[in-house]
């Protein structure tokens, strides 16, 4: 049976393992998809609309999706 070649295999596996760290967790791909779809949206309303997101876990995620925006 002939191999398929696929997509991720052109892109590169490490490169898509690297992609999905970086927006792994239970709240770092909601917290992207709030911000995508929001013009504007101030701390607190983040804060609601994740809710039951502490204020510990929405600061640590933001600093870690900045320290990755910077990084890049």
């Given at each position: 049976m002939k191999k398929e070649s696929c997509d991720l295999e052109a892109f590169g596996y490490e490169r898509f393992e690297a992609v999905?760290?970086?927006i792994g967790g239970k709240w770092k791909l909601r917290i992207i998809y709030m911000l995508a779809f929001h013009e504007v949206l101030r701390y607190g309303e983040l804060k609601r609309l994740l809710a039951p997101i502490t204020h510990k876990m929405l600061t640590n995620q933001l600093r870690?999706?900045?320290?990755?925006i910077d990084a890049s």
């Open positions: 999905v760290g970086m870690n999706c900045r320290k990755i």
